[in-house]
């Protein structure tokens, strides 16, 4: 039976006919490595998401956390599935041997955490946030803070969170106030509120590990504003003791759980830090320890947040996915209506998949999400060549490259895999709208995405403002470079020398319009615009991916697998008939400079 989470033959294609990640065993990091251990890993995550963490997908949905003024309590299968996780070594897939784990490469890790997002996001949010913090201290935390907090947590008994929004300051993280007053121990005092903490608070663990960002005040007691006065600190909600059992509670309180549209099975959390109701070591305020240097806490934090934000876009992407391929089952077996020429009422309706308009929806589906997770896949084979590639000019090229892409990477699926959501719910016509179907859940899920991790509006100033500007001009320039080295792949191939031919036109535009909008000379002219760039340059990257995919597939049509493959180019076409030609009008516009969304005044509305 064909899985509805996730395409396996796809995945394959990605990993092996395109990425070629067999390849990374002759690394010295992944030398114990080959794909038949790359497949049993996947073959494991595959195992355990179908038979785990898909089946209470709705029941967890439907039975959201709900906590009674001591206890969170949920459903107890989110216990079962995340055990299993656990105890097949899944926590620590990516981290070295000698800290017990599997040193599998990131993009094989990111392609098994992707059945787990497609099967159940809202439980598979523990583990995600956990790896992420793990990943940071690791990066950043001193050998003891490794010891204590992160070998927990890559054997599953602490989870972890990230704490960065404060009820005030939402997406301005300039603006928190929570402060960390420093102890004579060299420990802090941690006083503040958070907001929006997914996975915050839970008995899933033995302890959670908070990371949160707080400001240490000066010598006058002020704190100092802006970004410049954030540092970084492990709060635990429980001490831990020098043998490395959990000692008293720290004081870290839920104040109450927030109610989402979407991913109910993740507690969201409002936490007070330092409120009184505990007191650990016989005082009141939570008790924190220093990750790095003092002030240096967002770029630390960012470590988790880079990471998350392709994580949020794997995750929209398999939300997609799974929607998709649930749409594509019911179009087959769904018998509704008849061919227009057909006259005779009598005739047997047809499975609603003969229907043009359906295989408009379905297409369009495929286009996304199957570009989504090629996108999603691509990033992550980057930081496996920033990190352990041979040469020091590729691992900077990887570098650049992911600079440029992380918010394209986050953004682009969040967009339209929510889009596949939408398709796949008029696909399943008045069904789609119901919660006995699991589309509709799939859809309020993945409209968390677009929020998570910066919004669009966010990514874009990052793109536009900073990521095409940074080193020169560096970043984008080496992401021209690899587009023009697949044109000129496609442009000796005559099936897709009109598909390249657009899309090095597209590219061009781009690099113009981009000129344009750096010489305004006016910053707030420059940014107005930035989502919609976003939007239209994320088209062309994925323009790009697809074009990659196609060439793989060009002169298959006679190969065993030959209907995977015309799939393949037919989504390809789908993109650059019905897709790329969106981003001219957009161009246009920002060509224009155009300041209709600037001028516009509060009064106004």
């Not at 029941?59 to 989110?78: A, C, R, S, T, Y």
């Not at 070594?89 to 490469?105: E, I, K, S, V, W």
Request: aromatic share 8%; proline share 4%.
């Amino acid at each position: 039976m064909q899985s509805k989470i996730l395409s396996r033959r796809d995945l394959d294609f990605l990993l092996y006919e395109w990425l070629h990640v067999e390849t990374l065993a002759s690394r010295e990091r992944f030398a114990d490595h080959s794909a038949e251990t790359f497949n049993a890993a996947l073959d494991t995550c595959e195992q355990i998401a179908t038979e785990l963490f898909a089946p209470h997908n709705k029941k967890n949905d439907q039975n959201e956390p709900h906590f009674d003024g001591n206890h969170v309590h949920m459903i107890p299968e989110v216990q079962v599935a995340l055990d299993a996780f656990c105890a097949a070594g899944l926590m620590a897939a990516g981290q070295d041997f000698d800290n017990g784990g599997m040193q599998l490469p990131c993009v094989v890790e990111k392609a098994g955490f992707a059945y787990f997002k497609g099967a159940n996001v809202g439980t598979s949010s523990y583990p995600f946030l956990t790896i992420g913090n793990a990943n940071t201290l690791m990066k950043c935390g001193t050998p003891e803070q490794i010891d204590t907090y992160v070998k927990p947590m890559l054997t599953g008994r602490f989870f972890g969170t990230m704490c960065l929004s404060e009820p005030q300051a939402g997406s301005s993280l300039s603006d928190i106030v929570t402060r960390a007053e420093a102890q004579a121990d060299g420990s802090y005092r941690i006083t503040g509120n958070k907001m929006w903490i997914s996975a915050g608070e839970h008995e899933l663990a033995e302890n959670i590990v908070h990371l949160v960002l707080a400001k240490v005040p000066g010598p006058d007691g002020k704190l100092i504003p802006g970004v410049k006065g954030i540092s970084l600190f492990i709060v635990p909600k429980k001490l831990v003791n020098a043998d490395g059992s959990t000692g008293e509670r720290n004081d870290v309180v839920l104040a109450g759980l927030n109610h989402k549209m979407g991913y109910r099975g993740t507690t969201n959390c409002l936490l007070n830090f330092g409120e009184g109701k505990f007191t650990p070591q016989g005082k009141p305020g939570a008790i924190g320890y220093l990750v790095g240097e003092v002030h240096k806490g967002l770029a630390n934090m960012f470590h988790m947040m880079n990471e998350a934000r392709i994580g949020v876009g794997l995750g929209a992407v398999m939300l997609g996915y799974t929607g998709y391929l649930h749409a594509l089952d019911y179009a087959r077996n769904r018998p509704q209506g008849r061919a227009p020429q057909a006259k005779d009422p009598a005739m047997p309706q047809l499975p609603i998949i003969a229907h043009t308009d359906v295989r408009r929806m379905l297409l369009a589906q495929k286009s996304y999400v199957e570009g989504g997770l090629a996108l999603a896949l691509y990033c992550s084979k980057l930081v496996d060549d920033e990190r352990t590639a041979p040469a020091s000019e590729q691992r900077a090229h990887a570098t650049l490259l992911l600079d440029i892409l992380t918010p394209i990477a986050k953004s682009w699926p969040s967009q339209w895999c929510l889009e596949a959501n939408n398709l796949a719910i008029q696909v399943h016509g008045g069904y789609g709208y119901t919660r006995e179907y699991n589309v509709e859940q799939f859809y309020r899920d993945n409209r968390l995405n677009p929020i998570h991790e910066g919004t669009h509006g966010i990514q874009g100033l990052d793109l536009l403002g900073r990521k095409v500007a940074m080193q020169h001009g560096a970043a984008f320039a080496a992401l021209a470079a690899e587009v023009g080295k697949t044109v000129e792949r496609a442009m000796a191939t005559p099936e897709l020398a009109a598909n390249a031919t657009d899309l090095a036109a597209a590219w061009q535009r781009i690099a113009v319009v981009t000129q344009t909008l750096h010489a305004a000379g006016d910053l707030n002219k420059t940014l107005a615009n930035a989502s919609l760039y976003l939007e239209a340059f994320g088209h062309a990257v994925v323009a790009w991916i697809w074009l990659e995919q196609a060439l793989l597939a060009t002169g298959k049509s006679a190969s065993h697998d030959a209907d995977f493959y015309r799939g393949k180019l037919q989504a390809c076409t789908y993109f650059f008939q019905w897709e790329l030609p969106k981003i001219q009008p957009q161009l246009d516009l920002l060509a224009r400079l155009d300041t209709t969304t600037l001028d516009m005044q509060d009064a106004w509305f």
